[in-house]
Structures are given as C-alpha cells and as structure tokens.
C-alpha cells in the first residue's frame, strides 16, 4: 500500500501551493480573531479573561507541538518492537487486523514480534488530539457565555439594592427574628437542621432556583459586611464578574494532573474494563456533587447565623469561612471544576472520533 501512495514529487506545484495557502490563511485569520478578542477584553478592561485566552492559546500550541512530535516519531516509534503477547492485551476491540499492515510493522511481524503504535494508529491519534482542542475550545466558551447569562439575572439585583424598598428592608433600626427572614424561610427548614437530610435537600435545589434573589441580597451584605466598616453601594455585580473571570482562566487551564487523566482514560479504553459503562458518568456525577456542595455551604451560613444570634438587626448577617469547603480548599471546587471541563471534552472529542473513523 505504501508503495502506491503518491509522493510530494508526484504531485503538481500549484496544487501543493495551493493547500499551503489555504492552510496559512486559515491559520492566520484565526489568530487575527484571537488578536481582536485580546484588543476587546482590554478594552473593557478584564485583564482576567486576558489571561484565560493566553491560557487557551498556549494549550494550544502544546497540542499542536504534540502533533508535530508525533509525526516526526511516526516511523521511529512503529519501528519498536514488543512480544506479540505484549501487543494482544488491553485491546479497545477484540481483534486486529494486519492486512494494512505498514513496512514498519511487517519487519516486526517477520521478528514474531507486534509493532508498539502503528503508523495508522500514530494518524487516528493526532485525528483525535485535533478534535479534543476544538472541543475544549468551544466548550470553554460554551461554558463562559452561560456564566454571563446567568449572571445577566443578577444585574437587575443589584440594582434593586439601590432603591428605598430595599434600603427599608435591610435598615439596620429594624428587628426580626432569623426565621422570620426571606432567608431564614428558604433554609432554616426541618430537613435542613438534620444533616441526614440535609444533602438530599440540597442535591435537589440545585436543579432549581440554585441561587435566588433572597439568597443574592444575602450573600452580597455578608461580602460587604466582612470588607467594609458598614454597608455601601459597593457594586457586588462587579466583583462577582470579576472572580469569574478569574476562575474561568483556571477552569479552562490544563495542568499535568489533568492530563494524566486523559492518558488513564485512554488507557481503561480497553474492552476488558467496560470504560463505556462507567466512565462517561464520572465528570457527571462530580458535578452534582460541586452544586450539592455549594448549595450545603449557604445553607450551613445561615445555620451558622441562626445558631449565633436569634435575633436579626436589619437583614441576616451571614459569613464566609473557607472551613465549609473539602479540607478547608475553596480552590479545590476549582480543581474539579477544571477536571469537569476537560472531561466533557475528552468525552465528547472521543465518542466524535469514534464515530467518525467507524463510518468514514
């Protein structure tokens, strides 16, 4: 089969040219587009996502550095010979076909011996590194655009902290007791005092209404109160767009950890696991259990409020404490969220993969 393939030398000029330019071009107008975004998040002045899109970019480049390597040590790598019992195990599928085999693998057949990675499998990897950067690209942005949606609800709440109703409501003159308050309602309840029942509770309210306006005003006096000397028009709205963009450059990050996962899921790919059973439902379930956290650590401020003090002066005063995370890390709900996110991609980039190489 190798011997039929055209060569370089084969193949006219223009169209050789032709492929290139378009390739160039290609390339060129999206990097121009990334260089128009970098201009527009500096212009509005949100250095965060500034960085968030360099971190996009370098990982990026690494995949593409990973790709070149790979069809640099295409032949070299096939060229390896292990015990054909070595390259009978941990198989995706049950058996395999060698009538394809390349030159490289048939010197190892003729040795008794199976090739480490064939060229063709050395191809259908770079096929697949290719769809998981598309992937992890659209699914970041995917993943920012609903943040900003969701966020667009909070906007009009922060507005209202500025109007005389809401000045009326949170007057500090003003006593009532905790469960007497909006908040103290939505979470001093029953189920919620006993921790039992405390987490089924709050794995439910995660599919609706996760944060309600009760729950924003809240939130908001708490940050104020533990930043400033008394209530202002601090513009909560702002700050939480902020630590979004911050977070969102974490979250869209790569780190080595992160790739260690992706190289065990490639590894428990093969068919003696049933990786298709079990492993798409992991970045699933860790996700519901980051909401059933986030919505148990407001629920435990208001507890922990409640237990202080009977007695509201004004609007519920809760606190921020980094011991309602795992092992005291806020930054570890990050983490998982980073690990989601990569996840999601990889399981998506596989399975197009998959597909595509079945019924092309």
């Known amino acids: 089969m190798a011997a039929e393939e055209i060569t370089l030398e084969e193949t006219p000029t223009w169209a050789v040219a032709t492929v290139c330019f378009f390739l160039i071009f290609i390339s060129i107008f999206l990097e121009y587009l990334l260089h128009l975004l970098a201009k527009y998040f500096n212009k509005k002045r949100r250095k965060y996502l500034i960085q968030a899109l360099y971190k996009i970019k370098t990982e990026l480049m690494l995949l593409g550095f ?160 533990a930043h400033f000397d008394q209530d202002n028009n601090f513009d909560f709205h702002k700050c939480i767009r902020r630590a979004l963009d911050k977070d969102f450059g974490v979250v869209v990050g790569m780190s080595f950890w992160i790739w260690m996962s992706a190289v065990s899921f490639i590894f428990f790919n093969a068919q003696k696991f049933y990786s298709y059973y079990w492993v798409p439902f992991i970045p699933l379930v860790m996700l519901l259990l980051v909401g059933t956290k986030l919505q148990a650590i407001i629920t435990l401020m208001c507890l922990d409020s409640h237990d202080k003090s009977h007695v509201v002066e004004g609007t519920l005063l809760v606190r921020p404490s980094d011991q309602l995370f795992w092992f005291g890390r806020p930054k570890l709900l990050l983490q998982l969220l980073q690990f989601i996110s990569f996840q999601n991609s990889f399981q998506l980039a596989f399975f197009t993969w998959t597909w595509v190489s079945i019924h092309w």
């Open 66 to 225: 990973v790709s070149l390597m790979m069809i640099v040590l295409e032949k070299p790598i096939a060229k390896i010979c292990i015990p054909k019992s070595a390259g009978e195990t941990f198989l995706p599928c049950g058996s395999v076909d060698s009538s394809d085999w390349s030159e490289e693998e048939t010197k190892c057949s003729e040795q008794g011996k199976a090739s480490l990675l064939s060229t063709e499998g050395m191809t259908e990897l770079r096929y697949l590194i290719f769809v998981l950067a598309s992937f992890h690209s659209v699914l970041s942005i995917l993943t920012f655009g609903l943040g900003m949606a969701k966020m667009r609800r909070w906007e009009s709440w922060e507005a209202e902290t500025r109007t005389l109703d809401y000045q009326f409501s949170t007057d500090p003159r003003r006593f009532q007791l905790t469960h007497q308050t909006l908040f103290g309602k939505r979470h001093l309840r029953c189920w919620n005092e006993n921790s039992a029942l405390r987490w089924p509770a709050c794995f439910l309210r995660q599919f609706y209404g996760s944060v309600s306006k009760v729950d924003y005003f809240t939130l908001r006096h708490g940050f104020i109160m």
